[in-house]
């Protein structure tokens, strides 16, 4: 069960005006398990609030963002979903999930904190990578209604050579059943978040030790949840609301750090992105940003400027209401 209406609202490490609460869920077979809601209020007259969501081996520290959409009239929260970010506890395996309806609990509460405690009668989601993945199903299966939906560089398929999402998938689904953690073996680079780090080749502060280098370890019940998320979106949702799926321009897989690293998705194939994001619903926008990164609103300067116009363009055409509003 999720926290009642005393959970207490502290001062995030981001600093101010960001608070962060949080909120305890039913135990599984780890342990405790909780999750983090950060906070930070609208500049000026309300006109609503956003709910986001963050990716896999990531968790909330894009103030860039929510600043923007809080200089915009809208109350910002990011969810750091259990076993992520501010969410990791001692006992648990990071980002361990073996089905991603377990998150439904606290996008739950965090929908109630927001909706009904806050009083914010329109509320946006917003979701990267993984998050974009969980989000449209969770709303296909609750029903909320949102006044949009933006998607950054969503997780909509598995990239790589076609038989990993044939052959490769009936494997690990039956392996993910039978020994959910088994890790799945992997290279990781480390270039993506090196590109992004201040002490590294970037310029963005956050935390290693939530956002490590070298990311955290798949194992085959996570990614046999992935799968199946997978499939329930190429079968068709209805998210019911307009959606804007922002993604670069191109994808490459680079080997040293580079021109290439900084400009393109070098985590996801985003010609499976734009190829099924009409499967969200009926009304879908998809813009690609020539120089973006994997996660857009981390872009170098240049391409960030442009998500923000598009961002910009998008909102105002479909999102927000004529008059300021509570």
Not at 81 to 106: C, M, W
Not at 239 to 255: D, I, K
Not at 310 to 318: D, F, K, P, R
């Amino acid at each position: 069960m999720a926290n009642d209406e005393t959970g207490e609202r502290l001062e995030d490490v981001l600093g101010a005006p960001y608070t962060v609460e949080t909120i305890d869920l039913d135990p599984d077979d780890e342990g405790e398990v909780v999750a983090h809601l950060v906070s930070r209020p609208a500049v000026g007259p309300t006109r609503g609030a956003v709910l986001h969501l963050h990716g896999f081996a990531d968790y909330f520290f894009q103030t860039e963002y929510a600043d923007w959409w809080a200089g915009r009239g809208y109350a910002f929260y990011a969810l750091d979903l259990r076993k992520y970010g501010r969410s990791i506890l001692e006992h648990q395996t990071p980002n361990y999930v073996t089905d991603l309806r377990e998150y439904f609990a606290e996008i739950d509460e965090a929908w109630r904190l927001i909706t009904e405690r806050d009083g914010h009668r329109r509320v946006v989601g917003s979701a990267h990578s993984t998050g974009g993945l969980t989000l449209p199903l969770w709303v296909n299966d609750r029903r909320r209604e949102l006044a949009g939906m933006v998607l950054n560089s969503p997780w909509f398929d598995m990239q790589g050579a076609w038989w990993v999402r044939s052959v490769g998938t009936t494997l690990v689904k039956e392996v993910g059943r039978r020994r959910p953690k088994r890790v799945i073996p992997r290279t990781v680079s480390g270039l993506y978040t090196r590109s992004l780090h201040h002490e590294h080749e970037g310029e963005f502060s956050f935390n290693l030790d939530w956002k490590p280098v070298e990311s955290w370890p798949v194992y085959a019940g996570w990614l046999r949840a992935i799968r199946q998320g997978h499939a329930e979106l190429h079968g068709g949702l209805e998210v019911g609301c307009p959606a804007l799926v922002l993604s670069s321009a191109r994808s490459t897989w680079p080997s040293a750090m580079g021109d290439d690293v900084h400009r393109h998705d070098i985590v996801l194939d985003v010609e499976q992105i734009r190829r099924w994001a009409p499967a969200l619903g009926r009304h879908v926008t998809s813009i690609a940003v020539e120089g973006a990164r994997h996660d857009v609103t981390l872009s170098l300067p240049d391409a960030r400027a442009t998500v923000y116009r598009e961002l910009g363009t998008w909102v105002t055409a479909y999102v927000d209401p004529a008059p300021a509003a509570g």
